[in-house]
């Protein structure tokens, strides 16, 4: 059995109301989060002890009460309503596609409404997502991925805020036993500072701002250039990519991606093409 790991790390954590980063925030939660969830978790993960689909359809009461619990201060009771609905029978991919998703969608309608606040959304969305890395993990306990063990770099673009999102996209990661470190939040120096730092067969970078496509050609050639590894495979996607017809050539890099299992697929296959690291060498694994 080969298990993938996560390592974390999350910069900048005041995370300020700009227009800009509302309307990204918003973006991500509408194109991004719910959709791939939809598309691509239940054929990702496994189920548990039912098949999605089987119970009976979670109501959107149901739904609402477990998105206002998540942005209230009782984190427990957050966790009782979800552990309620395993005790029903309900699969890990149940929770994840029918509770969690409709739920981070539901904040944001409330938020889009001015009935919540951007910091009581960002609690919410930051509840759900340790509620998916936890989930998810279950089904990690029985996964089985036979050859090498990857790693990859998911990151935000700096100026990007992508939490939740980056979260579901590294759980496919994991789950198909690859070692991911996430960063979100991050300067541009620090993210190059980082990829130089420790070897990555992968890096995924998320895009949120239609304006930071203008600058991204440069980026994605400094991370090029300061790699540890020189043939690292370079992966765009993020919600910017759903409002533009682009390849991921046109930046530098491989491909763009906007669905997990297409990610997970194409990442592979760039790492395989890749020579691994000289054990002699002080080629370093990504450190926690």
């Known amino acids: ?23 990204s925030l918003l973006s991500v939660i509408e194109l991004q989060i719910v959709p791939q969830l939809v598309r691509a978790c239940a054929n990702q993960l496994p189920s548990g002890s039912a098949s999605a689909g089987q119970s009976l359809p979670l109501s959107d009461e149901m739904v ?16 009782e309503m979800v552990d309620r609905l395993m005790d029903d029978h309900r699969g890990v991919s149940e929770i994840l ?16 409404q001015d009935r ?34 990857f790693s990859a770099m998911v990151a935000a673009a700096p100026g990007s805020q992508h939490l939740l999102g980056l979260t579901m996209v590294s759980e496919f990661f994991v789950n198909d036993g690859w070692d991911v470190h996430v960063e979100v939040g991050i300067t541009e120096k620090k993210l190059l500072g980082a990829i130089q730092a420790n070897w990555f067969d992968v890096l995924g970078l998320s895009v949120g701002l239609l304006e930071q496509l203008d600058t991204l050609p440069t980026l994605v050639k400094a991370l090029r250039s ?10 765009l996607g993020g919600v910017a990519f759903t409002q533009v017809g682009t390849t991921g050539q046109s930046y530098g890099a491989d491909t763009v991606c906007l669905e997990p299992l297409a990610a997970m697929r194409v990442a592979r296959q760039l790492a395989m093409r890749s020579p691994r690291p000289d054990t002699g060498k002080s080629a370093r694994r990504p450190s926690p």
Not at 12 to 22: I, N, R, S, V, Y
Request: net charge positive; with cysteine; glycine share 8%.
């Open 97 to 112: 596609l029918k509770l969690l998703a409709p739920a981070a969608r539901h904040l944001g309608e409330l938020w889009n």
């Open 64 to 79: 609402a009460e477990f998105a206002q619990l998540c942005h209230l201060d009782d984190e427990k009771a957050c966790w």
């Open 226 to 235: 300061h790699s540890l590894n020189p043939h690292i495979g370079l992966l």
């Open 1 to 23: 059995m080969s298990q993938g790991s996560h390592s974390w790390r999350l910069v900048g954590g005041e995370l300020g109301p700009a227009d800009a980063c509302k309307k």
């Open 116 to 149: 919540l606040s951007f910091s009581q959304v960002t609690l919410g969305l930051l509840r759900m997502q340790n509620m998916t890395h936890h989930y998810s993990s279950l089904s990690r306990r029985t996964s089985h991925r036979e050859g090498p063990k």
